[in-house]
Each structure stands twice: as structure tokens, then as C-alpha cells.
């Protein structure tokens, strides 16, 4: 079984930052993409940054140059999140796949950005 705990989110003004976490811990074998999605609400589960093994990253083109998602050294993601807007406001979930596909998720973290 395996668990992602995220952390970080909060309530921001409009033009802050910032910086979510997620650790995965449990039965992680080979982990290959990492990363973040997010729902508002009313809407559907979207993709907003994941990384590869080898580094590479995509993002949802509302948040290029704006989020930055990294991998630390042992199985955590980060995601920083600079000149936020209310349109970020979401819940973001992390996301971990392995062996191109197993996926989970974690429980989600609340991010708030007030105009």
C-alpha cells in the first residue's frame, strides 16, 4: 500500500506564493512521474505539473512560468506556486505513478487565493 501526504496549502492574497510538499511512503518500487492536479469546484480533476525520472516536466498552460514542480531526493514532489490567482484556488492532489501504471493519489490539500 502506499501513501502520499501532502502539505503546504493555505489561504494566499492574489500575487503570493506558495509551496506544496508531498512524501510518498509505503510500497514504492519504481516511481516514474510524479506531480500535481488539482479540482475547483465544479469542475474536473485537472492536470497542473508532473516530472519524470529522467527530469522532464509538463504543465498545464495556465501555470507555466508561474509553477515550478521539482523532485527532492526521496520520493517527495514539490510544487512551488508564485503570482497566484483566484483562479487557482482548488484542491491539489498529488500524484505518484509506477511502472508506467500504477497510480495513486493523495488525500489533497486545500490552496485559497483571495482577490
Known amino acids: 500500500q502506499v501513501q502520499l501526504v501532502e502539505s503546504g496549502g493555505g489561504l494566499v492574497q492574489a500575487g503570493g506564493s506558495l509551496r506544496l510538499s508531498c512524501a510518498a511512503s509505503g510500497m514504492i518500487l519504481s516511481i516514474d512521474r510524479m506531480g500535481w492536479f488539482r479540482q475547483a469546484p465544479g469542475k474536473q480533476r485537472e492536470l497542473v505539473a508532473t516530472i519524470g525520472l529522467n527530469g522532464g516536466t509538463n504543465y498545464a498552460e495556465s501555470v507555466k512560468g508561474r509553477f515550478t514542480v521539482s523532485r527532492g531526493n526521496t520520493n517527495t514532489v514539490y510544487l512551488q506556486m508564485n503570482s497566484l490567482k483566484a483562479e487557482d484556488t482548488a484542491v491539489y492532489y498529488c500524484?505518484?505513478?509506477?511502472?508506467?501504471?500504477?497510480?495513486?493519489w493523495g488525500q489533497g490539500t486545500q490552496v485559497t487565493v483571495s482577490s
Open positions: 500524484y505518484m505513478r509506477q511502472g508506467g501504471v500504477y497510480e495513486d
